[in-house]
């Protein structure tokens, strides 16, 4: 790590510190010592577990944005296919203007507890991408209704039996489909999941028990970003505990 990344870092654990003393955030204890790296841009990156995949690998993620580095990345580093979605039109229109390789499938729909139509809101800042589930007075505004399926319908649709890894930045929606992934039984071999307890519609609570939930399931968590936002997890099975 050079001494720019090690300067952030440590900003951004700075400012999580004082989330955690207002009561906005909380500290994560980490399950397991599991090998990783991080791929993919300062801003789309995630850690995940060093040397798990392989060519073979379902890896499904959820919220692209208009940054698909670590898609990318998987797929240069590890000759995986890589499933994306997003059904929010500022992505939708991105995605399609980008040369993309053909090991990058992209669909139109995002995730949810059910199948059917969601409504999403508009960012409050016009430049960024991401629309959200939750309504705030900042995005009450604007809105748009797009396609959500659950992960068990998907599965079947594509005829997949597991998961390999599971990338979630859903913008608030991660809680239902955590809730729905505990209901359904199926269990990914990694989860990486954004948590949003900072959005005003949401608390710290339901990230709580949604981490607990996790646990619950048999999963550990192995690595939590500075800002304390982006979560992986990994079942435990044949895992080195801490």
């Known amino acids: 790590m050079g001494i720019v990344d090690f300067f952030k870092n440590f900003v951004r654990r700075s400012k999580r510190l004082i989330w955690i003393i207002l009561g906005r955030d909380f500290y ?5 010592n599991c090998p990783r790296e991080r791929l993919g841009s300062e801003y789309g ?3 995940i577990a060093k040397g798990k995949l392989r060519k073979n ?9 208009e940054d698909i580095s670590f898609d990318l990345e998987l797929i240069k580093q590890y000759g995986v296919i890589v499933h994306g979605f997003d059904p ?9 203007a980008q040369s993309l390789p053909e090991k990058f499938i992209f669909h139109e729909y995002g995730i949810s507890d059910f199948d059917g139509f969601l409504t999403f809101y508009a960012p409050a800042n016009p430049n960024h991408a991401s629309f959200s589930m939750i309504k705030e007075s900042s995005n009450a505004k604007k809105s748009v209704e797009a396609r959500v399926k659950k992960l068990a319908t998907i599965m079947l649709e594509f005829g997949h039996e597991k998961i390999d890894l599971l990338k979630m930045d859903i913008e ?16 990914p ?3 990486l999941v954004e948590f949003h307890h900072r959005f005003s519609g949401v608390n710290l609570r339901k990230t709580k028990e949604a981490v607990d939930k996790l646990r619950a399931m048999g999963y ?3 690595s939590v970003s500075p800002n304390g936002e982006e979560y992986s997890f990994i079942l435990m099975k044949n895992q080195a505990k801490t």
């Open 28 to 32: 994560s204890r980490l399950d397991l």
């Open 45 to 47: 990156g995630w850690s």
């Open 57 to 65: 690998s379902i890896i499904y993620s959820f919220g692209l944005g």
């Open 88 to 96: 929010t039109p500022k992505s939708v229109q991105w995605i399609h």
């Open 172 to 187: 608030g929606a991660e809680y239902s489909v955590i809730g729905d992934l505990a209901a359904s039984g199926i269990k």
């Open 189 to 191: 071999d990694q989860i």
């Open 220 to 222: 550990g968590l192995y």
